[in-house]
């Protein structure tokens, strides 16, 4: 009990400890050769977004941190499992009711803050465009997919770990499965899960359509369909995306997008996209998340051998469905740590990508969509080294550009 309240302790001082950390050094200025991005009413702009960005994670951190301590604390998991127990005897059942009041709860006390986020911060600094009920029907439909995904996959998990007497045996099998459905959400993402939230219509004939498709031919690759996103029905921030395995793409693009970059801008950020199907980064990066889930896999079953863990929190004994909230905790410092050198080698890809548009379409253009982007999007252009290392997959816009102009 004592190591759970600790970790959850550290891990709270450590976040907040860096995220003023970053805060302080971003607002010393930015590096010369970014400093046109922003004017100095922009710059304004951005320094009171990133100081009520700042306030609000603060806030939110803190509640989150409060509240679970709270819940451990006073056992209130124990009460929970009685709960469940007393409205079935199905043992599968009550591990999912269990994990369904917990998170159900959970989006009830986060929905404020999300509302917050949304219709003041977000509104205040002109990024909102989502309606009431737009906000409110992605909340449901992000509840339901919650539900059905998670709640197969829990009764998938827990069902092979009653039935596997080699507690080595579950991991190996749980991190196979873990690997399939993430192999599966990969692929039906765009063809599914995006457009649950998205309308996406095709990108009409014209010249943008046509340098797209010349640019992918020159390349070996097969656009199969080009498609612009109604992001601007909840944001103003900009975008653009690939899915798919091998030659064949789908190309995605925020309205928002399309509506603030000039052609060869957006052919530019495509190009970059291009680089990462050309070099398999997105396969890369997944075979990275499978490896990431393999240690996720054997801490699940490490937790599920520490029957103190659970008695400790006024459980009756081992819980699969505590192990679920268990591993949530336990590997918030692994996945920092982790983090690290996965971070590492994305930012490594990126600049690559960039190298890649630059050299195929141009570097001014390259360079131009950068800008655009962060311009529209408030990036961050001076966060701390620390910060960057623990959790920017993405090198900061100063040293893109200035990899970009020395390549």
Avoid: C
């Avoid at 091998?246 to 603030?260: A, I, M, Q, S």
């Avoid at 529209?376 to 966060?383: E, G, K, M, R, V």
Wanted: no cysteine; hydrophobic share 50%; charged share 15%.
């Amino acid at each position: 009990m004592a190591f759970i309240l600790s970790l959850i302790s550290i891990m709270f001082v450590v976040r907040t400890f860096i995220s003023i950390l970053n805060y302080k050094h971003s607002i010393k200025g930015v590096p010369e050769n970014v400093s046109h991005i922003y004017d100095q009413e922009a710059y304004d702009k951005w320094l009171a977004y990133n100081r009520d960005q700042m306030k609000y994670g603060l806030i939110t951190r803190t509640f989150n941190f409060v509240l679970m301590l709270l819940l451990l604390v006073f056992q209130v998991f124990g009460y929970i499992e009685q709960l469940s127990n007393q409205i079935t005897d199905n043992i599968y059942l009550q591990t999912l009711l269990f994990l369904g009041i917990y998170f159900v709860a959970s989006a009830i006390i986060d929905l404020p803050f999300e509302y917050y986020q949304t219709f003041v911060i977000e509104e205040k600094h002109g990024f909102n465009k989502s309606t009431k009920k737009t906000f409110f029907i992605d909340q449901i439909k992000q509840m339901l997919l919650l539900f059905v995904l998670g709640g197969a996959a829990i009764y998938g998990l827990h069902a092979l770990f009653l039935n596997m007497a080699n507690i080595w045996l579950f991991i190996v099998l749980a991190w196979a499965a873990i690997s399939v459905v993430m192999i599966l959400i990969f692929v039906l993402n765009t063809k599914v899960f995006v457009r649950l939230f998205n309308k996406l219509t095709p990108l009409e004939e014209g010249s943008l359509k046509t340098k797209i498709d010349e640019l992918a031919g020159s390349l070996g690759f097969e656009i199969d369909k080009i498609s612009i996103m109604d992001a601007s029905r909840r944001s103003t921030k900009l975008n653009a995306f690939f899915s798919g395995l091998g030659k064949h793409r789908d190309v995605v693009l925020y309205d928002t997008l399309v509506e603030k970059m000039e052609e060869e801008e957006i052919l530019a950020v495509l190009g970059h996209e291009l680089s990462h199907a050309l070099h398999k980064d997105t396969t890369k990066m997944l075979i990275e998340q499978i490896l990431v889930f393999g240690v996720f896999a054997a801490m699940i079953g490490l937790i599920l051998n520490w029957s103190a863990l659970y008695t400790g929190f006024g459980l009756s004994g081992i819980h699969f469905g505590f192990s679920v909230i268990l591993i949530s905790i336990v590997m918030g410092p692994i996945s920092m740590l982790l983090g690290i050198p996965t971070n590492y080698v994305s930012r490594v890809a990126e600049f690559r990508a960039d190298a890649f548009g630059a050299k195929h379409v141009s570097k001014d253009a390259m360079i131009s969509a950068l800008e655009v982007l962060a311009r529209a999007n408030y990036s961050n252009l001076n966060p701390h080294p620390l910060y960057v290392k623990l959790y920017y997959n993405h090198p900061t816009i100063a040293k893109r550009i200035e990899a970009i102009k020395a390549s």
